[in-house]
Every structure is written in C-alpha cells, then in structure tokens.
C-alpha cells in the first residue's frame, strides 16, 4: 500500500479488543509523534487529557452519549484548546498574554485540530484504531467539570484508541468537485447538488437511515435527526461563552 492509499482507505474503528492494551510508551511515542504537528506561532496552544482509568473512563463515555467507541476503547483522549498555560507563562514572565480572547482561543482550536490530526494518523500507521468523538462539544461544561479544566481551556472532542477487534469500514465521500474550487468560491447550481449528493443517497445503508428514522430524504435525516438545528444552537451559545469568558467571569 503506498502513502496515498493508506489514506483513502482509512476509516474509524468503533470496536476494540478488550484484552490488547495500549502501551505506555507506545501512547507516548504517539503523543510525541503528535506534538510536532504545525501550530501557531510554535506555541501549542493545546492539552490533551488522558484518561485509562475505568471509572473515569466510563464516565465520559457516558458524557459521549454512551457511543460504543467511548464504551469500548482502551484509552480515551479529550483534545482541549489551551489558552491558560501561555497566559501563566506570560505572568511568570512579565508580560500580558493576548490570547485569552476569542481571537486567540480560535487559533488555539486550530492548533488542537491539527495536533489531534496528527496523533490519529501516528496512531493508525502503528496498527491501532481511532475514532472521533465530537459529542465533547455537547457538553463542553459537563467535561470541564468532570476534567477540572481551568478558564481558558476549551474541551472539543475525545479521540477513542485502542487494537481493533473488527476491521473498520471507509466511509464514503463525496467526490472531489464538491469540495474543491478553483481560484474563487464555486456556487454549486441545483444539478450540481445532484451530482455530488447521488452516490451517497444510493447508498442501502442511506435508504436504511430513511426508513429507520420516517423521513422522506437523506437531507432531512441529518437536519432533523442526526444534527438539528436545536442541539447545534445550544452548542454555539454553550461554544460562544467558553470564547469570550474573561479571567474576571
């Protein structure tokens, strides 16, 4: 398999084996692969928590919505942005951090992206299985009181690890003309809609998705079902506070 296949026939594991444990020093070794990624002004501005220990585990999976990977994986990441340990170097320091604000707590949610990107792909390349669990945006308050996060630390999704038990399936996607414009913004016409959108609403499992959930279309069972407008506009006032909090809230 060459390096490009090896991305385009990735896919999340959900299912872990459950006497295989991942290594102390092979999770370092990927944290540290992880922790060279690019990131912004060299700063890394981001945590990572780890959590192996059973009980604390299955309280977060239960804050995942009890997702099978958070059930089931050996080890659960919870990928934070982190404005606080510059700021408390910048007061050891004398000087006046300018990144707890929501400017700066965005280029701290672009370097946890990247970092969480980076341990995924260390991760998947050594045999293990990851997959993203973006439920932490949910309940951004729940886990920062479950893992004692300080102001100016933002939880954004958990990353479920361990040795697969089953081998995961490539997700499809859509082709490359949907995603990709040339020089300016492409504004896709109604056809086009159809074309990028045609795959994917034949698929059997998308009829399956219809009929399980008494809707017409596969449109309506990601809007209605799946992310609705209701739960996204939570997470936004919920993701709007943890932006703009100051060190006198």
């Not at 170097?89 to 946890?112: F, T, V, Y």
């Not at 074309?195 to 998308?206: G, H, Q, V, W």
């Not at 609705?228 to 909090?245: C, D, H, I, M, W």
Request: net charge negative; hydrophobic share 40%; glycine share 6%.
């Amino acid at each position: 398999m060459n390096n490009l296949e090896f991305f385009t026939n990735r896919a999340s594991v959900r299912a872990f084996d459950p006497d295989r444990h991942v290594s102390e020093e092979l999770l370092d070794k990927l944290l540290y692969a992880a922790s060279h990624a690019p990131s912004t002004g060299n700063m890394q501005l981001y945590t990572v928590i780890v959590t192996r220990d059973p009980e604390r585990k299955a309280h977060l999976a239960h804050r995942h919505l009890d997702q099978p990977a958070a059930r089931n994986c050996d080890v659960m990441l919870t990928v934070c942005a982190d404005v606080h340990r510059f700021d408390l170097w910048c007061k050891a320091r004398k000087a006046q951090s300018g990144l707890n604000n929501p400017g700066g707590r965005m280029s701290a949610i672009e370097d946890a992206s990247i970092f969480a990107q980076q341990f995924i792909t260390a991760a998947e390349m050594n045999g293990l299985g990851c997959c993203y669990l973006g439920s932490a945006a949910y309940d951004m308050a729940g886990f920062t009181e479950a893992l004692r996060l300080p102001k100016g630390v933002i939880p954004l999704f958990g990353i479920a690890v361990g040795w697969p038990s089953a081998v995961g399936t490539p997700s499809d996607r859509l082709p490359l003309d949907a995603i990709v414009s040339r020089e300016v913004y492409h504004e896709p016409t109604l056809a086009d809609i159809d074309s990028y959108y045609a795959e994917k609403e034949n698929l059997e499992e998308s009829a399956k998705y219809i009929a399980e959930n008494n809707k017409e279309t596969l449109a309506q069972v990601y809007a209605d079902v799946r992310y609705p407008r209701e739960r996204n506009e939570r997470t936004g006032v919920e993701l709007l506070k943890f932006l703009s909090a100051s060190d006198d809230d």
